[in-house]
């Protein structure tokens, strides 16, 4: 005698195989969780923690403040890296206006992650070495502890290259996107 399967009403527990992007663009909203496809797996991780999503939606203003017209930032966008390839970065600057509900790489000219104490693997080795792979020209590493760091990265032929850090007291200046962050600002509420 054996024993039927579990049948469960989750999605993310009844798909059998590999994930396509169809069978991921199908899902439901997924709260509190994160959901990107890496070549046919999902990485289900929980949003920031309070500190984590205030921070991002500090630096997003920050960079929209001060961008040109032509160029936007967004936070927790869906980006295409490639086929199969769908990451969810906690910072997006991007040259496409059109507001699609996923961006192309080739429109993202930086991306940023606030590393999470749960993901610093995945912030600081994994997501770089695929927003390198797709040929986004910067890549932001947001660290919280001890204290808050920027790491600014630029790409440099397939990999990332550090190109500056700022901490508390120091500005971070990326003329490429016309953006001069003061780093304190991230810390204050207005």
Known sequence: M???PVQHGDPLLSHRGP??????????????QRVELIDGELLVTPHGDVQHQNLGFR??????RQLPDEVIAVHEANVRLRTGRLLIPDLVVTTDLSEPLILAASD???VGEIVAAWGQARDRILK???????GIGWYLLVEREPDLE???HHLDGERYTEHVR????????IPELSVDLEVDALLRRR
């Open 150 to 152: 920027l790491v600014l």
């Open 128 to 134: 770089p070495a695929m927003y390198a792979a797709s």
């Open 166 to 173: 700022a901490r508390q007291g120091d500005r971070l200046a």
């Open 108 to 110: 993202v000219l930086l």
């Open 59 to 64: 630096l997003c203003r920050e960079f929209e």
């Open 2 to 4: 054996t024993a039927d």
């Open 19 to 32: 994930w396509t992007e169809a069978d991921y663009l199908a899902l439901p909203e997924q709260e509190p």
